[in-house]
């Protein structure tokens, strides 16, 4: 097929030979055409900065972690930041002592791979005015605070980290991405453009201490962002997160964990708080992305979309009770979930959520009752890769390993179109008049298997018409 492009959309599609082609042709012979791929949950630029941090995936202890951190080579600001650690499942606990034994007077931070949690030496205590404690360990808004702090370096670092992202995640497909970083992002992106950032659709989060100054400004999801002449970046969602992690055993569940000091994590938000929140920004013209782990979480989070007539998503949904299910179709209510975590998380909700009644990591099931599936990354938690997500959904194994919960697999088709902008029930369509965003890629999606769709090579990729990544 032929298709023409003009003004940023489709205007005319045909059998290849049948169109006259003028100006710029880019030749995709041999390639699969598929609408433009979205990450709908990306921390910009903690996910950019994650590239120039210590990598801690690979720990399978604390004195493990503890030792890479001492070895590694402090960063200019003569500090060590560390990223990834899964702890949940470690032989030992982390330490105060331990770390210190290791790191010495360098101020030492390492980042859980949910970002949950931060594990501070005491050196990085006493830097960040907090006292010491036994483990050295930080969870939820404090461990939030230290993450606020450790990105908010130089805005032309930041700027220039988040434009390297850019280019590789268009190298992947992405054709546009949800901000949902921890800060005021309409200032930043508003100046990304204005320096003539052009590679990527941004659609900016929103936090409760930042939501009186969202609706004084008279700030609107959908609207573009103010202080630059572009629509590449628009304002997103109000983001609230009302419990805490499986990693962390944070996320609030109806089951009691084994072990951990809150036997069924906690609701960092309360309910009547959530309604509030969500019913001041729906009033404002704000949509709601509601962050909900646990299956406590997204009960009062699903009441709180019913009683307030707000609109958006739950965040995350990775244990779900079964009556909740049809819920999330039933109100409108998008589930922007990250199929990798499945992947990732396999051994360690067998062995936290052994007991629990609810169902982990649901994709079918929403899918099947009728329930709007976005699919994202959450990066840095899980790499900004949308071909790993639909791979992750589809095969639901990573690997080489046996699929896990085979029975919460979906389609190719449903995990395509969840990659888009408009998700499962709503995808993007290549047809004349639509957005021209489009990805050119090697294999066809809906017939690779897991390690091909992880190698998907991507041709080309288009943004309203431009060519933001071709490969050589």
């Known amino acids: 097929m032929d ?84 702890d949940a499942l470690w032989p030992d606990e982390p330490t105060l002592a331990a770390l210190d034994a290791r790191t010495g007077e360098t101020p030492t ?41 450790l990105n908010a370096v130089a805005p032309e670092t930041a700027d220039r980290a988040v434009q390297r992202m850019s280019r590789e995640a268009a190298a992947r497909g992405v054709v546009g991405l949800v901000d949902l970083d921890m800060s005021w992002n309409e200032e930043a992106w508003a100046r990304r453009l204005e320096a003539g950032f052009d590679v990527l659709r941004v659609e900016f989060g929103i936090y409760p201490a930042m939501l009186d100054r969202a609706i004084a400004e008279g700030l609107r999801s959908g609207d573009p962002v103010r202080g630059a002449d572009s629509d590449l970046v628009r304002v997103g969602p109000l983001k609230v997160i009302t419990d805490g992690s499986l990693g962390t055993r944070t996320a609030a569940c109806s089951h009691a964990y084994a072990g951990g000091s809150d036997p069924h994590g906690l609701l960092t938000v309360p309910p009547h708080e959530l309604r509030d929140l969500m019913a001041r920004a729906a009033g404002a013209g704000l949509s709601c992305a509601i962050h909900a782990i646990g299956d406590i979480a997204n009960t009062h989070a699903l009441d709180a979309f019913a009683a307030t007539g707000a609109w958006g998503t739950i965040e995350h949904a ?48 929403l899918a099947d009752s009728g329930a709007n ?43 395509l179109a969840a990659s888009t902008h408009g998700g499962s029930s709503e995808p993007d369509r290549i047809e004349p008049g639509a957005a021209a965003d489009l990805v050119l890629c090697e294999r066809n999606p809906l017939t690779a298997d897991d390690a091909e769709l992880r ?18």
């Open 318 to 365: 990775q244990l779900v009770a079964h009556t909740d299910i049809p819920r999330f179709a039933r109100l409108g209510v998008g589930a922007s979930v990250q199929p990798e975590h499945a992947v990732d998380d396999r051994d360690l909700t067998d062995a936290l959520w052994a007991d629990q009644p609810a169902r982990p990591y649901p994709l079918r099931a």
């Open 455 to 472: 190698r998907q090579r991507v041709a080309a990729t288009i943004v309203g018409g431009r060519v933001t990544h071709v490969s050589v």
């Open 109 to 149: 931070y390492l980042i859980n791979a949910d970002v949950h949690s931060v594990w501070l030496n005491s050196a990085a205590l006493r830097r960040e005015g907090l006292d010491p404690s036994p483990t050295g360990v930080l969870r939820e808004e404090p461990a939030f605070e230290i993450s606020r702090r």
């Open 3 to 86: 298709l023409v492009l003009s003004q940023g959309r489709i205007v005319d599609i045909a059998p290849a030979g049948f169109l006259t082609l003028d100006g710029l042709v880019l030749d995709g012979d041999g390639c699969w055409l598929v609408p433009g791929l979205w990450d709908h949950h990306v921390h910009v630029v903690q996910w950019a900065l994650a590239a120039e941090r210590v990598k801690l995936g690979h720990a399978e202890s604390a004195a493990h972690a503890a030792a890479i951190m001492g070895e590694a080579d402090p960063q200019d600001t003569g500090i060590r930041v560390g990223t990834g650690f899964r």
């Open 373 to 415: 599936l976005l699919f994202g990354s959450d990066a840095p938690v899980s790499p900004l890769d949308p071909w790993a997500a639909i791979s992750a959904a589809v095969h639901r194994t990573r690997d080489g390993r046996a699929p896990w919960q085979p029975d919460q697999r979906v389609d190719a088709a449903t995990a």
